[in-house]
């Protein structure tokens, strides 16, 4: 009798072990899709992946900006800020690059958003923006008044940031290094790797596809 309550126990097992694996195994596959979805940005362009949350900066030549000023628009966003020793100055002159080859695009913008917002005020933006020669009127770099309004707005985009201790003047601080293509309608259609050689040439295809399924209306 004990032997066969031990066998019955070691078929439960068995069968909760594979139902487990199983629901791993769908639940890897799912996550999966969305990483191959992500990585391959110009398949996303077809349906939005989320919005961007509501937000009201300061940019560096002092104007207030909220999301209804980007409404219509075609916009890169991008997370950086002007102490950052590692992928920061790679990631604006990403940006920079962009920049000068999608001149011709209208209805396109760029606009990088500091997540050192205690340091990075709008005229240490403004310095910073002139070292990448952005135009003011296509390329905005935003701050925030109030630093603890920062880290839920990041995440809200759907960027990952962590604040350390500065030491030697140098922010401990860890983001997301994505890049975030948002349609007129303030949803995120596609994520690019900053760190992707051919990143440039992803962005300018996708902008240009998007633009192009834009109606004229809404440029």
Not at 17 to 26: A, E, H, I, K, Q
Not at 124 to 137: K, M
Request: glycine share 8%; net charge negative; hydrophobic share 45%.
């Amino acid at each position: 009798m004990l032997g066969v309550m031990v066998q019955r126990w070691f078929v439960l097992l068995a069968a909760s072990v594979l139902l487990l694996l199983g629901g791993m195994f769908v639940y890897l596959a799912t996550i999966g899709d969305r990483i191959e979805e992500t990585a391959d940005p110009l398949r996303s362009l077809g349906k939005p992946l989320w919005a961007v949350p509501q937000f009201q900066l300061v940019e560096a030549q002092g104007a207030v900006v909220e999301n209804s000023d980007l409404r219509g628009k075609i916009w890169l966003a991008a997370f950086v800020f002007t102490r950052c020793p590692g992928p920061c100055p790679l990631i604006s002159r990403r940006m920079s690059e962009m920049q000068a080859r999608l001149t011709d695009v209208e209805n396109f913008r760029l606009v990088s958003f500091t997540v050192d917002p205690e340091f990075d005020r709008p005229e240490v933006l403004r310095a910073y923006a002139q070292q990448w020669n952005a135009d003011p009127q296509r390329w905005w770099f935003l701050t925030e008044d109030d630093p603890g309004e920062l880290e839920p707005l990041v995440r809200g985009f759907g960027v990952g940031l962590q604040r350390g201790e500065t030491l030697e003047e140098v922010p401990d601080i860890t983001h997301g290094t994505n890049l975030l293509l948002v349609d007129g309608a303030g949803k995120v259609r596609a994520v690019f790797r900053s760190s992707d050689e051919n990143v440039v040439a992803q962005v300018e295809q996708a902008v240009r596809l998007l633009s192009e399924a834009t109606p004229p209306s809404r440029r």
